[in-house]
């Protein structure tokens, strides 16, 4: 157990460090390009669309990739219960691709719409802040995250507001517990507005998981904050006291960021081996 | 009246050949993709009491000596005034269209306000943003198939079924010949309602 699919679409760029994350936390991770044969997906016990701007972003985010027979394929391996994290990009083709929500087979029921902020447009990269939800999607990708603990992350994106036009979805999405991962203030609270909202994404969702839980679209990069030497050294949080207090120490700087939860827990949900030694 | 800016690439557009030839892979035997492109569309709304010759050479004179709307490196307009649009817009020969805006507000404040800082227009209320794609189709029968195209490859509906407009964040207009001017500014301009569906 424990082989991931690190899908290399034509465009994506975080495919590499996303390798090194999930090698991190003793998964056997390889970067599989979009047009392999079909036999070789069903290899994995899980799958991975990295970041980045698969297909440069012709027509929208991730329009053109989820039509790719790879992305097909992947589909009815998570059917089967494997799962599937898109990040960033890779949550806008498994939205583009109608696997999250999911709540009826074949429907797009969603977008990942352009940020939408008061006086503020476009593409924007910083940490945000992030708190769990009670929902089908903690077992996988939530379960090293402490119950209530603010945890932080980057985010780099220009479209990342889940958006859906249909109410019967919206209300769906909040009552089952879909939106696993929330924008929050730094205290925990609510992100009322900019910057702690940093897109206007409906409920505050940063993560929406399929009704099984097994398919995350998540859009902050976890990738960029699995080593506390990510950690930018101004964070005002114990993820930033913790790396100030690291500096000068290069064994404490290669120890687990908070991005690592997220892998940790879907490791552990895989029957994952050791974590790789630091350094190796 | 407002006014209309059609804005295209005239360097290849690599966003509608790629739409081109995804498009392609997702139709039946019998029906055939023969061309698309894309435009920009801007439309420029003056305050009602604004006399239309005043506010269209401003506005003119802004698209041709701004480089605010067009790059002339690599774009192409069509600035499309009261008296040169006429009452109904026509797909060019062959083709057909679909109008996509976003579902939310389609006035781009942003580029008013910048727009009026670098260049000056009294009586500019709004400009309004959209996209629109033309089509060469053909069916089995040998016409235009609009209808069947326009499902294929209109609003996404599932992997399969649509690519071009995603309808949880936009909405589309299909211009399957002359389309009155009035419907068109009606659908850039009025609030849309709620999609509904089968969740």
Known sequence: MGRVAVVQIPGVNCEYETTRALEAVGLMARIVRWNEPASVWSEFDAYVIPGGFAFQDRIRAGAIAAKLPAVDRIAAEAESGKPVLGICNGAQVLVEAGLVPGFEHGRVEMALAPNAAPRRAGYLCRWVWLRTAVGPGRSWYASSIPDGEVIPMPIAHGEGRFLTADPEVLRRIQEEGLALFRYVSPSGGPAEGYPHDPNGAMLGAAGITNRAGNILAFMPHPERASWLRQVPLEMKHAWGEKRRAAVGRWDALEGPGPGRLLFESLARKLGAGQPREVGS | ?199
């Not at chain 2, 006014?3 to 005239?10: E, N, P, Q």
């Not at chain 2, 609009?146 to 071009?164: E, K, T």
């Not at chain 2, 589309?172 to 969740?199: D, H, K, N, Q, Y």
């Open chain 2, 1 to 199: 009246m407002s006014a209309i800016l059609l804005v295209r690439l005239k360097i290849t557009d690599l966003s509608a050949w790629t739409a081109l030839e995804t498009g392609r892979r997702l139709l039946d035997p019998g029906y055939t993709l023969t061309r698309l492109a894309r435009e920009q569309l801007l439309m420029f709304e003056p305050e009602p009491d604004v006399r239309t010759d005043s506010f269209e050479r401003s506005l003119g004179e802004a698209v041709r000596h701004s480089n605010f709307f067009v790059n002339p490196n690599k774009e192409t307009f069509r600035l499309l005034t009261a008296a040169e649009r006429g009452e109904t817009w026509s797909p060019p020969e062959g083709a057909w269209g679909v109008l996509t805006r976003p579902r939310e507000d389609t006035r781009d404040e942003r580029l008013r306000e910048s727009l009026q800082r670098e260049h000056p227009m009294p009586g500019l209320r709004a400009i309004r943003r959209a996209r629109v794609w033309w089509l060469g189709t053909r069916g089995p029968d040998g016409g235009t198939a609009i209808p069947y195209f326009s499902a294929a490859l209109g609003d996404l509906r599932g992997p399969r079924h649509g690519l071009l407009v995603n309808p949880h964040a936009e909405a589309s207009m299909i211009l399957p010949g002359a389309v009155p001017w009035t419907r068109v500014e009606r659908f850039l301009t009025e609030p849309l309602p709620a999609l509904t569906g089968a969740a």
